[in-house]
């Protein structure tokens, strides 16, 4: 499977630099170093070549690869808009993926959420986010897993007579920067690695 996942990220970094936009570094946005493009991708520094991908120094052969080759072939120079933040089911196309998004980029909050209201601050810096004020909730968060794709959290403590919940909402025009299935897999990896990082404070 790892093979499989290291040829489609080759495919698009292909596709991506035989046709190489002149203003990619301000597409993306990035810093670019001749051929190699740096910029913030799920919290750690991620450098983009011909030749592959690296997050946090280590080189990506999996379904993040896959992720960041496929924003990358996307960039386009549009500006971000953040409002209005708009729910994953507005995204036409959206069906086949809504339970697992529910799922894994809201649900999988639950059991963490007093965590992340503790270490809010620290999230927020690793993705370059900030604090977001009258979206509801107990409190409420905009991170960026990648450049132009900010998603908005609303976090919901538990209390005597609801669990916790969260919500995760898009910037208003994420998908003319990714197709609507890679969105979700941003949603649910950023998930898990903002979880992996409030449990490593806990720790």
């Known amino acids: 499977m790892g093979d499989n996942f290291l040829k489609i990220q080759r495919a698009y970094l292909k596709e ?23 910029f913030k991708a799920f919290g750690e520094l991620c450098t983009i070549t011909p030749d592959g991908i690296t997050v946090g ?10 992720l960041i080759a496929l924003y990358a072939r996307h960039a386009r120079k549009e500006p971000v808009q953040l409002e209005p ?8 196309g959206s069906m ?33 986010g900030h604090e977001n004020q009258g979206l509801g909730g107990d409190f409420s ?33 994420a998908e003319i920067f990714l197709p609507v299935d890679g969105i979700a897999d941003v949603a649910e990896h950023t998930a898990g690695k903002i979880i992996e990082l409030v449990i490593s404070q806990v720790l």
Do not use: W
Not at 85 to 92: A, T
């Open 141 to 173: 968060c905009t991170v960026f897993p990648l450049p132009k794709i900010p998603l908005c959290y609303v976090f919901y403590s538990s209390d005597d007579e609801f669990p916790a919940a969260a919500t995760c909402l898009l910037g208003a025009n």
């Open 57 to 66: 120094g280590e080189v990506l052969t999996g379904p993040t690869g896959i």
């Open 16 to 38: 991506l630099y035989d046709h190489l936009p002149q203003d990619m570094e301000q597409l993306l946005p990035a810093s670019r170093e001749k051929d190699t493009f740096s």
């Open 85 to 92: 933040f708009k729910s994953f089911r507005d995204l036409k």
């Open 96 to 128: 086949p993926y809504q339970g697992a998004f529910a799922l894994r980029a809201e649900r999988s909050f639950v059991p963490y959420v007093d965590h992340i209201q503790r270490f809010k601050k620290r999230v927020i810096e690793a993705f370059d």
